[in-house]
């Protein structure tokens, strides 16, 4: 069955510092990928996806992300983060041409002032 | 165009009862998946509908079901509720775009069980 783990589970940086956020996933089809967060009291958004073509990714807010196919992974970067960044951060993975979509565990983000 | 709209937002059940959660996707879509939220464990996929039909199921006891209607609205019943289906319940429509789904979640139901 599909699984995604996200390394973290609690990340706590400060302001200007660099973030990785770490993804695996398990299946070894085509899959898209999708990073998701969860901004306090906020509905869950899309922050950037893929699905084919460049692995490099880049989003929303400065956050990019890539797909290294060899090692099942999408990891989520940003060179310099914001307090504004404290969220929830997760990973997704769907199946080619399927709907459905599997949830990591979640990344909390807090961004010391 | 609006967003995804969930009835109720909050909800204050007792064991055993049973609860109806509503979702109203954007306008067009018509795909409707359910997810359990809950610390810890993030979102767990309940099932998904789309024309009506369900296409996907997750791992979850038979006392959580579905529906979706003909304008696409949906909802999703929880029987015999347990404490442990306390939980934020999120729906999720989705769009076809050049033949991948992108999800646009709604703001969910909080459900608390006593």
């Known amino acids: 069955a599909q699984s995604v783990s996200q390394h973290n589970h609690h990340v706590i940086l400060s302001e200007a510092a660099s973030l990785e956020l770490g993804c695996n996933y398990s299946?070894?089809?085509?899959?898209?990928l999708f990073w998701y967060v969860q901004y306090p009291g906020q509905h869950l958004q899309l922050l950037l996806k893929y699905f084919s073509g460049d692995p490099l990714v880049k989003g929303i807010k400065g956050f990019e992300a890539e797909f290294i196919k060899s090692k099942f992974s999408f990891n989520l970067r940003k060179p310099s983060v914001q307090w504004s960044d404290t969220a929830e951060y997760f990973c997704?993975?769907?199946?080619?041409?399927?709907?459905?979509?599997?949830f990591g565990k979640g990344t909390r983000l807090h961004i010391l002032p | 165009k609006a967003g995804v709209t969930q009835t109720p937002r909050y909800l204050i059940k007792t064991r055993g009862q049973q609860v109806t959660l509503s979702c109203s996707p954007i306008s067009g879509h018509r795909s409707v998946s359910w997810y359990q939220q809950t610390p810890g464990q993030g979102l767990q996929f309940l099932f998904e509908?789309?024309?009506?039909?369900?296409?996907n199921k997750g791992n979850f006891p038979g006392r959580f079901s579905g529906r979706q209607f003909s304008n696409s609205r949906s909802e999703m019943n929880v029987s015999t509720l347990e404490l442990g289906d306390s939980a934020l319940y999120l729906c999720a429509s989705s769009l076809k775009l050049a033949g991948h789904y992108e999800q646009y979640f709604g703001p969910g139901t909080r459900l608390t069980v006593t």
């Open positions: 997704a993975v769907s199946q080619n041409r399927d709907d459905k979509i599997i």
């Open positions: 299946y070894g089809g085509t899959v898209n």
């Open positions: 509908y789309f024309s009506e039909t369900q296409r």
